[in-house]
């Protein structure tokens, strides 16, 4: 077991986390990653990414991760594989955390990245076919499904505004959700009942994805909720969207947190109620969820926290004298 000390401790190493760092590391706070349970965050499990700046052609998820861990090392941060259990912020900075190894990290400021997943149904054949014809993104992935018959699984906010974005690329966009009414606002409804593109199939639940290798995804099978009997319904695209899971379960009692489990930041900032505490990416942005904005909120953390060493520097001097 061993102590780490740093400026800057990063729980998280997706877009947020490793932007975060490569920001902090060239202003000299030597940030120390610590990885967690997936290094790289959602983008590794993601194939063909094309709405990220800076390249032409479509680029593979893993790839990206990899050159974006590459930065951040080669301007000297310290990458940590292993996964916090436990975050000691009562007393203010510096901040205490274990890893699972054991291994205590000390950070004078703390960035939170750790992201949040997309929940999926669990049915036989989804995680066959995720990025095969299945998605969790309708703003990620609805590009490549233009022009193709297309279904959105879910019946909130989420499903709705999923199913309106994908009549930006297909003329035949069907809602399958399992109960006769939607949970999302309104005004959304109200939307989505005036688009000719949506269809909505009501009181049906998606028992399996069904496909092939050469093809990938190919149709559903579909179970009514009332009658119990089952139904095949072609498509190409299947977009699951019953809502994501941020991974804030360290911090419960620790962080306020809204409904959702995202934590809260002040307004337009990465700022959390604790002096010295940040988070960004996922782990407090449910309407984006990109890695651009996640990128973007990392390096937000960064400067802030870069500001709040010096002023808690200035404020040691100024006591000294």
């Not at 800057?8 to 940030?31: F, Q, T």
């Not at 916090?84 to 990290?105: C, Q």
């Not at 962080?255 to 996922?282: H, N, Q, S």
Request: aromatic share 8%.
């Amino acid at each position: 077991m061993a102590t780490h000390n740093t400026r800057m401790l990063i729980v998280g190493s997706g877009p947020a986390g490793l932007s975060a760092a490569i920001y902090a590391a060239r202003a000299g706070m030597e940030p120390i990653v610590v990885q967690g349970l997936q290094p790289g965050g959602q983008l590794t499990i993601t194939t063909d990414v094309e709405n990220y700046p800076g390249f032409r052609d479509v680029v593979q998820g893993p790839w990206l991760m990899e050159e974006m861990q590459a930065q951040a090392e080669h301007v000297g941060t310290r990458m940590i594989w292993d996964t916090i259990t436990d975050i000691n912020m009562d007393s203010g900075s510096p901040f205490r955390a274990v890893g699972d190894s054991g291994d205590e990290y000390i950070g004078d400021t703390l960035v939170i990245a750790t992201g949040a997943q997309a929940k999926w149904l669990g049915a036989p054949g989804e995680a066959d076919f995720n990025g095969k014809g299945v998605s969790a993104c309708a703003t990620c992935d609805g590009f490549f499904y233009r022009g193709k018959k297309i279904v959105v699984i879910g019946g909130g906010n989420t499903a709705v505004e999923e199913a309106l974005y994908l009549t930006n690329h297909s003329d035949d966009v069907t809602i399958i959700h399992r109960r006769d009414e939607f949970r999302a606002e309104k005004i959304l409804q109200d939307r989505v009942f005036a688009n000719e593109k949506i269809s909505v199939l009501w009181n049906k639940t998606v028992e399996e994805f069904l496909g092939d290798s050469t093809d990938g995804l190919t149709g559903l099978r579909l179970k009514d909720t009332l009658t119990g009997e089952e139904s095949h319904f072609e498509t190409e695209g299947a977009f699951v969207a019953i809502g994501h899971a941020p991974a804030t379960e360290l911090f419960k009692g620790k962080l306020e947190m809204d409904d959702g489990g995202y934590l809260i930041v002040e307004p337009g900032t990465p700022k959390t109620e604790l002096p010295g505490v940040f988070a960004c990416g996922d782990v407090m942005d449910h309407v984006y969820r990109q890695a651009v904005t996640a990128a973007g909120t990392g390096c937000m953390a960064a400067l802030d926290a870069e500001r709040f060493l010096a002023t808690l520097e200035f404020e040691k001097k100024e006591a000294a004298e």
